[in-house]
């Protein structure tokens, strides 16, 4: 089974960059479409951003889009989520998460929702101050 671990997570003013990564263990991620997830405190956890197992078809919620952007490393088995132009209501635990089936199709529905996902990591913490 795959074990992921997340970092890259951080304090940053408002404004500011960070990258999260997200390496994966004990299978190749090359056939496995991954997410980033976040859940602010008193919240659910909510859709970040997913990349299709062939790294073809990108997803981003609107909250994100044209500041974040995904991508992966499949020498390094790792999957990253650049952050830019961060904002306070970004700050969040950051949840990577791997899919379980080899996908044939995408979509924003499918890979937009946690229970699609059946492996997690542990989290990594990003605060962004004002």
């Known amino acids: 089974q795959v074990q992921l671990v997340e970092s890259g997570g951080g304090l940053v003013q408002a404004g500011g960059s960070l990258r999260l990564s997200c390496a994966a263990s004990?299978?190749?991620?090359?056939?496995?479409?991954m997410g980033w997830f976040r859940q602010a405190p008193g919240k659910e956890r909510e859709f970040v951003s997913a990349?299709?197992?062939?790294?073809?078809?990108?997803y981003y919620a609107d909250s994100v889009k044209g500041r974040f952007t995904i991508y992966r490393d499949g020498a390094k088995n790792t999957m990253y989520l650049q952050m830019r132009s961060l904002k306070p209501e970004d700050t969040a635990v950051y949840y990577c998460?791997?899919?379980?089936?080899?996908?044939?199709?995408?979509?924003?529905?499918?890979?937009?929702?946690?229970?699609?996902?059946?492996?997690w990591g542990q989290g990594t913490q990003v605060t962004v101050s004002s």
């Open positions: 004990g299978r190749t991620l090359s056939t496995t479409s």
């Open positions: 998460a791997a899919r379980e089936t080899l996908d044939s199709y995408f979509s924003y529905a499918l890979l937009g929702a946690p229970r699609s996902y059946g492996r």
């Open positions: 990349v299709s197992w062939n790294g073809g078809n990108t």
